[in-house]
């Protein structure tokens, strides 16, 4: 009996190794078939799936709102959830939304108002169905732009902390404009009868100032509107509009004239004068506190020229200046009595030494006659007053020559009569060469 000889022990260990590997790739093989069936099996499995947030498209460009200028106003912006059902490996697609498209349908806008459109949701690929939709329609604002000009009137609206302290007045306020210009839908403008600027007061005022106003605008009956009524409403005036409140304090000051071209006696003793009303209550701004600590206004300037020898009382109109006068006249009166004076009619010659005239020309005026000098007896009516007393001299300045005739203002003066005055406006006839 022969024995079999012994193999190697390298190729034992390769025969074991090439077993074990065998083993291996039959379980391997196993699995893998085991997990693609199982993969296959849930890719190709029915599921449903929400895609949120899916935008809603309004295809405005081109519709029939678009071309009859009809604009939306308010939300435009709208999304739905849509639930689907269909194949895993299909649904869980990352560019599987852009196969969901939600749209509403213009072609029934036709004028102006809120319409409740339906939405419709579609999904490009037949193997998917939409199973829900979570909102079914939306509701859109169609208008058309418009501008409308409102005029405006002001409010002061007093706060918990407003306080006017004692001796302060506050005025009627004043508007920066008169009129706001509003744009927006026609619907939403057509709800506003009028428009207030306001302004509240919340401190303690002690002068003029300016502020930005605040809009309120007042429907039918000057009901207010609120926001949510006009949301869609804006103001177009390129300032902003503001509100000054004028805040002044009264005193009270004596009316006093400025008399002016008096001659050198009259310079030092000036003419006396009454006034009436003696004192006015006079309401200047808060700030003006020079005016406020004067015992004295000016109410007017009265030329020497103007003064007869009589008694006469001027007026001067308190609404040529710029303050106001509470509980007074609308015009002060000034009387001056001249009565004891004299008056005397002459006849001067005209003096152009030293006058620079337009080259040829000439003075057709060589005397003017009726003047009237008025001062005291003993200088008026005392010898007689001839050229070398009192002259006219054209006055040229700010002369606009033409050829032709041109009527000239005179000066007239008087040497030595320095407590008497010439009454009246006088002029010389010039003539121009062409």
Not at 40 to 59: A, E, H, L, N, Y
Not at 104 to 115: C, D, K, P, Q
Not at 156 to 171: H, M, N, V
């Amino acid at each position: 009996m022969f024995n079999k000889k012994s193999e190697p022990a390298e190729k034992q260990n390769r025969r074991r190794f090439l077993d074990r590997n065998s083993i291996v790739f039959v379980l391997s093989f196993a699995i893998a078939v085991i997990l693609w069936i199982g993969v296959s099996m849930f890719q190709t499995t029915k599921v449903d799936k929400t895609f949120q947030g899916i935008r809603v498209r309004i295809p405005y460009e081109g519709s029939l709102p678009a071309n009859s200028s009809l604009q939306i106003f308010g939300e435009s912006e709208f999304t739905v959830d849509v639930t689907v059902s269909g194949k895993s490996y299909i649904i869980n697609d990352r560019n599987f939304t852009d196969s969901i498209d939600a749209y509403v349908s213009l072609s029934s806008i036709r004028e102006a108002g809120t319409y409740t459109l339906p939405v419709t949701v579609t999904c490009s690929n037949s193997d998917v169905e939409i199973t829900n939709v979570t909102r079914t329609s939306i509701s859109i604002y169609f208008d058309e732009t418009v501008e409308r000009a409102y005029p405006l009137t002001e409010e002061i609206l007093e706060g918990a902390d407003y306080q006017l302290p004692e001796g302060y007045t506050r005025e009627n306020p004043r508007l920066s404009t008169d009129t706001v210009l509003l744009e927006g839908p026609s619907l939403e403008l057509g709800r506003i009868f009028a428009v207030k600027a306001t302004v509240e007061l919340n401190k303690e005022v002690t002068g003029t100032e300016t502020f930005q106003a605040d809009l309120v605008y007042l429907g039918n009956s000057s009901v207010v509107l609120m926001d949510s009524q006009i949301p869609n409403v804006t103001v177009k005036n390129e300032d902003p509009i503001t509100v000054t409140v004028p805040v002044s304090i009264t005193t009270t000051l004596a009316p006093v004239i400025e008399i002016t071209g008096a001659p050198a006696y009259f310079r030092e003793n000036p003419v006396p004068y009454t006034v009436t009303p003696e004192l006015l209550t006079v309401v200047i701004p808060s700030n003006d506190t020079t005016t406020f600590n004067a015992k004295e206004i000016n109410v007017g300037t009265l030329d020497f020229s103007e003064i007869d020898n009589t008694d006469r009382t001027y007026l001067f109109p308190l609404k040529d200046l710029d303050y106001f006068f509470r509980d007074g006249p609308d015009t002060v009166g000034v009387r001056i009595n001249m009565s004891d004076m004299a008056k005397r009619w002459l006849t001067i010659n005209v003096d152009t030494t030293d006058v620079k005239l337009p080259d040829g020309a000439e003075v057709l005026t060589s005397s003017i006659s009726g003047v009237q000098v008025i001062g005291p007896e003993s200088s008026v009516m005392a010898g007689t007053i001839g050229n070398d007393e009192a002259y006219a001299v054209p006055v040229v300045e700010g002369v606009e020559w033409h050829a032709g005739v041109n009527t000239v203002p005179v000066k007239i003066y008087l040497r030595t009569l320095t407590d008497s005055w010439v009454r009246g406006e006088y002029s010389v006839e010039i003539n121009v060469p062409a």
